[in-house]
Nanobody
């Protein structure tokens, strides 16, 4: 079964950086999209970024473009979300998700989800 495990969440000050990891296991096909989402208490889930495991094509929401980057290490079956210039409004639980697809990852509906990792940006 597909398993996704997020890690790297922490408490950081505004302007700081964090690198989140999404470890993927149990996938059947070598190509898939990984999406990063976030959700703050009482707010709707928001799509943040995504990447395709084979092509490396990426996508970003307007709110994080220029501050966040996404990358993959296929040898480790891990996707990273590098978050820079963090703002208090970035505070949320961050989830990674997977769908088997070679289509643009920003248009995908994701099937498998991790448990989330907490990111808190506060002074």
């Amino acid at each position: 079964q597909v398993q996704l495990v997020e890690s790297g969440g922490d408490l950081v000050q505004p302007g700081g950086s964090l690198r989140l990891s999404c470890a993927v296991s149990g996938f059947t096909f070598p190509y898939y999209n990984i999406g990063w989402f976030r959700q703050a208490p009482g707010k709707e889930r928001e799509w943040v970024s995504c990447i395709n495991s084979r092509s490396g094509d990426t996508g970003f929401s307007d709110s994080v473009k220029g501050r966040f980057t996404i990358s993959r290490d296929n040898a480790k079956n891990t996707v990273y979300l590098q978050m820079n210039s963090l703002k208090p409004e970035d505070t949320a639980v961050y989830y990674c998700a997977l769908v088997y697809s070679s289509n643009y990852c920003g248009r995908a509906k994701y099937d498998y989800w991790g448990q989330g990792t907490q990111v808190t940006v506060s002074s």
